[in-house]
């Protein structure tokens, strides 16, 4: 089975552009995380799904930031406009269900660096 | 008070010691813990579960969990230079929460 698939790999982009990312959960997990990873702040939750469902999203920085979860096996991260202080990995991960002994899948990450 | 509280280190030890890696949590309605391994630039994976008291052996890796004293703990055997890398402790409760890493260095 193939694992949390996230893309781009790398992204480079200038200030005030839209940043999209992307993920594709494991089939069959229906909870799904994203995080934020920088030296400084280690790795903090931005917004988690459950069902596909936004159910916390108090970690999203700002009105900058917003996700969605069109279907089961696909979400987004957008951010617009990009800050310098954006930069950072983001990871996405799945859970088979929420509230599970379960434990996390993550990407590969998308490493973002806003110039 | 944070959720998770984890030494963020570094820790150093040399081959074939043990390295002990400790966490506490703040939720006593937790029920599962989980270790993940980090290399640098990669993402974490998954290295140990652990969900009732005691310990827990895999390998060269031993998780040992407390809830009276809420506390988790992972102890690495015969450390090897691949085992460099930092370790993150993480919880389920509302959500699934993260320490902040200890940063673990064998040295040849």
């Known amino acids: 089975d193939a694992g949390v698939i996230q893309s781009p790999r790398h992204e480079v982009t200038e200030m005030g552009q839209e940043v999209t990312l992307r993920c594709k959960p494991i089939?069959?997990?229906?909870?799904l995380f994203w995080y934020r990873q920088t030296m400084m702040r280690g790795l903090e939750l931005l917004i988690y799904?459950?069902?596909?469902?936004?159910?916390?999203d108090s970690g999203m920085p700002e009105d900058r930031f917003s996700a969605k979860m069109p279907n089961a096996s696909f979400s987004t991260l957008k951010i617009q406009p990009s800050e310098p202080r954006d930069s950072a990995v983001y990871f996405c991960?799945?859970?088979?269900?929420?509230?599970?002994?379960?434990?996390?899948?993550f990407g590969n990450g998308t490493r973002l660096t806003v110039t | 008070q944070k959720e998770v509280e984890q030494n963020s280190g570094p820790l150093s030890v040399p081959e074939g010691a043990i390295a002990s890696l400790n966490c506490t949590y703040s939720?006593?309605?937790?029920?599962?813990f989980f270790w993940y391994r980090q290399y640098s630039g990669k993402s974490p994976e998954l290295i140990m579960s652990?969900?009732?008291?005691g310990d827990k052996e895999d390998g060269r890796f031993t998780a040992q969990l407390n809830k009276a004293s809420q506390y988790v703990s992972l102890l690495i055997r015969d450390s090897q230079p691949s085992d460099s890398a930092t370790y993150l402790c993480?919880?389920?409760?509302?959500?699934?929460?993260f320490g902040t890493g200890t940063s673990l260095t064998v040295i040849p």
């Open positions: 991960a799945s859970r088979p269900r929420r509230g599970s002994n379960s434990p996390l899948h």
């Open positions: 089939s069959g997990h229906n909870s």
């Open positions: 799904f459950n069902n596909n469902v936004p159910i916390d």
């Open positions: 939720d006593r309605g937790s029920q599962s």
């Open positions: 652990i969900y009732s008291n």
């Open positions: 993480a919880f389920t409760g509302n959500q699934f929460y």
